[in-house]
């Protein structure tokens, strides 16, 4: 992205001077005219939503240089008057390296996502979960995914643990049996019955179990639970050695269904 920028930024340049030396008050010259809508055009698909989405620089200075992008396309028609491109130019040059291309060269490497992960998760009420979600973004930050992942699993797994304490172990129980008895259905399979009185125990009981049980227990949907298990499976793949790639996307992903399914979820709230 760097590279892209300041190439944009020495064709405007190298723009600016074509138009400077026009002697007339209108642009007629169809090389300077076919260049601004170019240079307009690219900056729309290669730039406006990657820098802001994805390189994490303020949506509202992106619009600000869109819309002097958009005047440079609307002036590209034939006869327009020459200072309305100088003024453009200037407009979009005069701080360019300033606004755009700096910030990205100081962003330490993997920062694109900690914006985005930090306003994604926003702040929860647990002291506990924040400590583990601020190393889930602190590794972000730092290009460290696959631990930032294996944290995040962490909180998510132990809200789940604190909502079936705070609602009973007896009914993590008793559920479990029921879903054990089944002989139709869903559950029909499900035979790991539980008999935990604690925290503790509660923690001792594998991860895809307890998705299981609290699907049983009303907490989350069928559909929630496969989601859910995806997120358990790429914490596996993050915690072990393995070749499957982690990109920027698949993180962001993965904390968008840990918030919706859990951490924004009324039903796994503590009160």
């Given amino acids: 992205m760097l590279d892209k920028l300041r190439t944009i930024q020495r064709e405007l340049g190298e723009l600016r001077k074509q138009v400077s030396a026009v002697k007339t008050d ?3 010259k169809a090389s300077i005219r076919s260049k601004a809508e170019e240079l307009g055009s690219r900056w729309f698909s290669e730039f406006s939503e990657a820098l802001a ?33 100088v003024q453009i130019l200037h407009a979009l040059l005069k701080r360019f ?7 990205l060269q100081l962003r330490p490497k993997g920062a694109v996502k900690t914006p985005l992960l930090s306003e994604l998760l926003g702040v929860l009420p647990s002291p506990e979960e924040n400590a583990y979600l601020k190393e889930a973004a602190d590794c972000a930050r730092h290009d460290f995914l696959r631990a930032s992942v294996v944290l995040g699993w962490c909180a998510a797994i132990d809200r789940i643990h604190r909502v079936i304490e705070h609602v009973g172990c007896p009914n993590f129980n008793v559920a479990s049996s029921k879903m054990a008895s089944q002989t139709t ?4 399979k499900f035979s790991a019955v539980q008999n935990v009185s604690s925290l503790s125990e509660i923690r001792e009981v594998f991860d895809t179990i307890v998705l299981w049980i609290i699907e049983g227990m009303g907490f989350i949907d069928s559909n929630q639970h496969t989601r859910l298990r995806s997120c358990f499976d790429m914490r596996c793949q993050c915690a072990h050695p393995g070749d499957a790639p982690l990109t920027p996307y698949n993180l962001l992903s993965y904390f968008s269904d840990l918030n919706e399914i859990i951490f924004k979820n009324e039903k796994f709230e503590i009160k």
């Fill in 97 to 103: 390296r300033d606004d755009l291309v700096i910030p």
């Fill in 26 to 28: 209108c642009i007629a």
């Fill in 53 to 85: 989405s994805q390189q994490g620089l303020s949506p509202e200075l992106i619009e600000a240089y869109s819309q002097q992008f958009g005047r440079l396309i609307k002036v590209s028609a034939p006869n327009n008057l020459k200072k309305s491109y």
């Fill in 185 to 188: 259905g869903r559950f029909k």
